[in-house]
């Protein structure tokens, strides 16, 4: 079956135009309807994959005959969730599997969760081999899972077992289904020094490393990485382990391997020597690691020599899904320490007190960070971090309050992705939009191929362009009538007869 960057690599010029046509947000309900019936490929694909659609289209797409066809619209990012799950009970093995894979999202994009009862009938009915992503689960659902009515539902629930109070572990484990006393069983092992010890593969696997890093450590194990390691890193794999013996603990804040060291510096139970030893490290990574520790005082955090690296990426991530103590948050919001305040920027509930002061932090991964994050963040914040911040930035345009008066004014910026901003300022001039469609850079000619604002003359003359044909059939100022003559031209030319 080809893939998706197939379909598009195979589609020539009528199809590509028409692919922007289905894009386009002026296109009318009856122009969509008759391109999912028989546009080619390419155009259902884009049409049912990547934009909003108005309800009788969706309607049509969850009948349309073609398996790919509807495969796409499970995997669409910008629905309701809702209309993605009225394809639950697809006859097609392979729908189903797209709709229990979480969509691609653009980059900086949140992940929405399907409705509780579409996850639970997924989980109940679906093969072992189709399960639902679990950034497509909500919260509450996933706190429920342990105690819900559904045995199959109670079986992912043990998977939470780590965080579980021990009433409703025991009451796992003395469930009335097998296979929920068995997860159960299986878990409860997992903390039983001599079953791992029997039970840890004696070769280098992912198995052992999981165990190594994650299940409770028998004395004779410990000892064993310590002397006779299997693979190199193994000491660093222990270090973090929650089941390290004191005395190890102590032994390897010493270890000459800075990445043990490193590790180490993480742990909660370390003790005053060792902090203190660990906070004059010779390796700079090792005293970072150690200066954002929750035990030491502002003070005695300041008076460690750490250094945050300059050539840092903050890359756009949903932050923690369990919600944060707020006076913890607080707390770190308002630390000496770039790294903790890092942390405070990505909670999206933060409170605007704490939005104003790190919209105005001296640390550009702090104000990236919340640029990325926060529904609230101003739009200076957001203009000053896309000018200043370089990698993986056009997102920060699709932000709820980025600013869009005023943009035209960096049309002739000497960074592209700079001019292409004067795409989203409705007052760019008609001339400067045209002028950028011939811009040396391809973000730039495609940005303005959509203005609004872009004379009809070049904009039809970019419906036959090889490069920009589909953009500027996407572009909202395209008459409906135009709109029409392309659908029912198909394979002419764009021009005007």
Request: negative net charge; contains cysteine.
């Amino acid at each position: 079956m080809p893939t998706p960057e197939d379909i598009w690599a195979a589609a020539d010029l009528p199809a590509r135009r028409l692919a922007g046509v289905a894009l386009n947000p002026s296109s009318p309900e009856d122009v969509l309807l008759r391109l999912l019936a028989d546009g080619p490929p390419a155009v259902r694909m884009v049409l049912c994959r990547d934009r909003i659609l108005p309800d009788a289209v969706v309607d049509a797409v969850l009948e349309h005959p073609d398996t790919r066809t509807r495969s796409f619209f499970a995997r669409n990012p910008h629905v309701d969730p809702a209309q993605r799950a009225q394809l639950v009970d697809d006859p097609e093995w392979f729908v189903r599997a797209h709709l229990a894979a979480a969509p691609r999202l653009p980059v900086g994009g949140a992940y929405r969760p399907l409705p509780d009862e579409t996850v639970v009938h997924m989980i109940s009915t679906y093969e072992n081999d189709i399960q639902p992503d679990y950034r497509q689960i909500s919260m509450e659902l996933q706190r429920s899972m342990p105690t819900h009515p559904v045995a199959k539902v109670r079986s992912w629930g043990v998977g939470r077992w780590g965080v579980l109070p021990a009433e409703i572990r025991a009451a796992l484990l003395a469930d009335p289904d097998e296979d929920v006393r068995e997860g159960a069983r299986r878990h409860a092992r997992s903390e039983d020094p001599a079953w791992v010890e029997r039970e840890l593969p004696d070769r280098t696997c992912h198995a052992r490393w999981g165990m190594l890093m994650h299940q409770a450590l028998s004395r004779t194990v410990v000892e064993g990485v310590l002397t006779s390691p299997v693979a190199e890193g193994e000491r660093a794999a222990i270090a973090g382990n929650p089941s390290l013996p004191a005395d190890v603990v102590v032994l390897l804040a010493g270890d000459p391997d800075p990445e043990v060291r490193e590790r180490i510096a993480h742990r909660t139970d370390l003790g005053p020597a060792e902090m203190r030893a660990l906070a004059v490290d010779p390796d700079p990574t090792v005293r970072l690691a150690l200066s954002v520790h929750p035990a030491l005082s502002e003070e005695e955090r300041a008076g460690i020599d750490y250094e945050v690296p300059a050539d840092d990426r903050f890359h756009p991530w949903p932050g923690p899904r369990a919600p944060r103590d707020p006076q913890e948050v607080r707390r770190d919001a308002t630390s000496g320490h770039p790294l903790l305040r890092r942390r405070a920027a990505v909670v999206a509930t933060l409170p605007p007190d704490l939005v104003e002061r790190l919209a105005a932090d001296e640390d550009l991964g702090v104000r990236v960070l919340l640029a990325q994050s926060h529904p609230d963040a101003p739009a200076a914040l957001l203009l000053r971090s896309f000018l200043e911040y370089t990698d993986e930035r056009a997102h920060l345009t699709t932000r709820p309050k980025f600013p869009t008066t005023g943009l035209a004014a960096f049309a002739d910026h000497e960074d592209p992705e700079v001019r292409a901003l004067a795409a989203l300022d409705p007052q760019t001039a008609p001339a400067t939009a045209e002028r950028l469609t011939r811009d040396p850079d391809p973000v730039v000619r495609a940005a303005m191929a959509r203005h609004p604002n872009l004379p009809q003359h070049r904009l039809t003359e970019l419906l036959d362009d090889e490069e920009l044909a589909h953009v500027a059939a996407a572009n909202p100022a395209l008459d409906s009538e135009v709109i029409r003559r392309l659908v029912e031209m198909r394979g002419r030319s764009a021009r005007p007869l």
